[in-house]
């Protein structure tokens, strides 16, 4: 099997969804898997898809996707069908600090456009 339909190594150290970071409109939460993917690895308790994220968390409007790969779910396909603005910043990680580029278009998260305050009242 490739690593496409393998869970990230340490997935499963982390917790699904966290709370909203004081002072802030930030959720954190795990990378979400596809379908495919947990129903391949994982017993149906520890699934974590994008849906079960938008069930949990129905206020989210943006994602922001900071994975370095495409393959644990098709974020477009699974976030802008259920009309949350998905957007994907490919950071390393694991201790790499990010590019100019990546640091200048995490600069332009502040001005999204769909992003205003009325989106998170409820927070």
């Known amino acids: ?9 340490r ?11 004081l002072g802030t409109r930030i959720i954190p939460f795990k990378v979400p898997l596809s379908l495919k993917v947990c129903q391949n690895n994982l017993p149906e308790d520890e699934w974590f898809t994008p849906d079960m994220l ?4 129905p206020r989210i409007k943006t994602v922001i996707d900071l994975t370095n790969t ?15 603005q ?3 910043i490919m950071l390393q990680g694991h201790g790499t600090l990010p590019t100019r580029s ?22």
């Open 86 to 88: 998905y957007v994907k």
């Open 54 to 57: 938008l069930k949990q968390e």
């Open 11 to 21: 997935w499963r150290d982390y917790t699904a969804l966290g709370n909203c970071i």
């Open 102 to 123: 990546q640091i200048d278009q995490k600069q332009e998260l502040a001005v999204l456009p769909d992003v205003s305050e009325s989106h998170y009242r409820l927070f």
């Open 1 to 9: 099997m490739g690593r496409k339909n393998q869970v990230p190594n």
């Open 70 to 84: 495409h393959r644990y779910y098709n974020g477009k396909a699974a976030f802008e069908s259920n009309g949350v």
